[in-house]
């Protein structure tokens, strides 16, 4: 991922160890900005940030993490900075934060929520680019007749959260 220098200097991290596999979560002074699995395409390929296990949000963020994971909770309560994409990524983030828990929608359909409806190309680079898995929901993104494509973290993960979540069975 191209990680900008604010977005480097700014950030704290701490490593979580999901039933799906490692974890790496950063944090701003602003919220949430990163939620990777270890080795997703298009997240940080070096981690220059302090680690900082006791960082309020992170620390949250790792219990509502564990609390989705174990199905407890469905929708996550964290501040978010989602500042680091571009504001058409930024706009494609904020519209996947409206796909309901055991919901699922297609590039297309979030293309044309967009005002967009020509751009589901955009729209799934936009999206394959999230920086907070899972907290932003992209997992509940489907192709075209409900194909399970494109998943950063990887089509076995995306599959398992789906089902977590009572989209798949």
């Not at 070096?46 to 680690?51: A, H, M």
Request: glycine fraction near 12%; aromatic fraction near 6%.
């Amino acid at each position: 991922m191209e990680i900008n220098m604010k977005m480097n200097e700014q950030l704290v991290c701490v490593r979580y160890a999901s039933p799906l596999g490692p974890m790496l979560l950063a944090a701003s002074d602003a919220g949430l900005a990163g939620v990777w699995f270890e080795g997703q395409r298009h997240g940080p390929e070096s981690v220059p940030w302090r680690e900082s296990p006791r960082h309020p949000v992170l620390r949250e963020a790792v219990r509502q993490l564990q609390e989705y994971f174990d199905g407890r909770r469905t929708a996550f309560e964290l501040p978010l900075d989602l500042t680091h994409g571009t504001p058409f990524q930024q706009s494609v983030w904020q519209a996947l934060l409206a796909i309901p828990p055991g919901a699922t929608t297609s590039y297309g359909e979030l293309g044309r929520r967009l005002g967009r409806p020509q751009a589901a190309r955009a729209v799934g680079a936009a999206v394959g680019r999230n920086p907070v898995s899972i907290v932003v929901p992209c997992h509940r993104v489907l192709g075209t007749a409900g194909a399970l494509t494109g998943y950063a973290g990887g089509l076995e993960r995306k599959s398992a959260l789906l089902q977590l979540e009572g989209a798949l069975m």
